[in-house]
Nanobody, 116 residues
């Protein structure tokens, strides 16, 4: 079955960096686009970044442009989210996501907290 497992979250000071990873299994990873979402307490889930199967097309939500970088390693079935210049408003539970046929799959999430 499809599994997405996020890791790499934690507590970081404003201005700091983190790298999130999402290990995928149960499907042909190299065929599908992958996305990162986040959800802060009391807010709706927000699309952060998407990368196509070969990595040729990447999109970001405006609030993270220039600070976050999404990448993927198809040999390792892993997608990454490199986060720099973190701000308190980046605090959220971060999820990776893929769509296969007409179904969406989610990991369990990894918590990112930006605080001094």
């Amino acid at each position: 079955q499809v599994q997405l497992v996020e890791s790499g979250g934690g507590l970081v000071q404003p201005g700091g960096s983190l790298r999130l990873s999402c290990a995928a299994s149960g499907f042909t990873f190299s065929n599908g686009a992958m996305s990162w979402y986040r959800q802060a307490p009391g807010k709706e889930r927000e699309l952060v970044a998407t990368i196509t199967s070969g990595g040729s097309i990447i999109t970001y939500t405006d609030s993270v442009k220039g600070r976050f970088t999404v990448s993927r390693d198809n040999a390792k079935n892993t997608v990454y989210l490199h986060m720099n210049s973190l701000k308190p408003e980046d605090t959220a539970l971060y999820f990776c996501n893929t769509r296969l046929m007409n179904s969406y799959y989610w990991g369990q999430g990894t918590q990112v907290t930006v605080s001094s």
